[in-house]
């Protein structure tokens, strides 16, 4: 396994999980409600701007590496379905959201590897709608931790608008990938 810096911060990413999960278990005589979805809101983008990062800096440094590519998607998707868990828990997303984009991303992961092993994993590369649902859902679910007001702009209000729209694009793309990936499904069954 190589150690570098990006590497380093795809970890510190997957480190982050637990702890965003544990600040919904502070009690709320130690840590008030608003002050929880704060310091969880804040700790997700902190680890969405590493998923940024560590993929810049990955090319930038030339530290691209076979298991970095592994560890980076498995990575975001654990941090996602863990806040989409912690939304869920929370009331503040509806459960065919989370199964919609939670079961995408099982789906579409599996299709990925089953092709790679067929030697065909560029027919199923990240497209733009994948690309335009990873925006609207990073941008909900911060949304949607934080949960509150900010100077008139209703956090949850927007971060469900968004996160419906990122289930619209998780069905969409994930038919695109099925779809481009039929052929060679039907030729190697």
């Known amino acids: 396994m190589p150690v570098n810096l990006p590497i380093i911060l795809t970890w510190v990413r997957i480190a982050m999980i637990p702890l965003v999960i544990s600040v919904y278990y502070v009690p709320e005589h130690m840590l008030s409600v608003p002050m929880r979805d704060a310091l969880a809101t804040g700790m997700f983008i902190f680890a969405a701007v590493t998923d940024w990062l560590d993929g810049w800096l990955a090319r930038r440094l030339d530290q691209t590496s076979a298991f970095g590519a592994f560890l980076d998607p498995v990575a975001d998707k654990l941090m996602v379905s863990a806040a989409l868990l912690v939304l869920l828990n929370l009331g ?14 099982i789906t579409i992961s599996a ?32 949304c949607l931790l934080y949960g509150g ?19 619209v694009l998780t069905v969409w793309s994930m038919m695109y990938y099925l779809r481009r990936a039929w052929p060679i499904i039907k030729r190697s069954a």
């Open 149 to 167: 007001t900010v100077a008139g702009f209703n956090a949850l209000w927007w971060g469900s608008r968004l996160i419906e729209i990122a289930a």
């Open 111 to 142: 299709l990925r590897e089953w092709m790679a092993t067929l030697g065909e994993r560029t027919s199923v590369a990240v497209h733009w709608l994948g690309k335009f649902k990873t925006v609207a859902q990073m941008t909900a679910i911060p």
């Open 92 to 105: 503040r997303i509806d459960a065919m959201i989370a199964l919609i984009i939670i079961g995408r991303e």
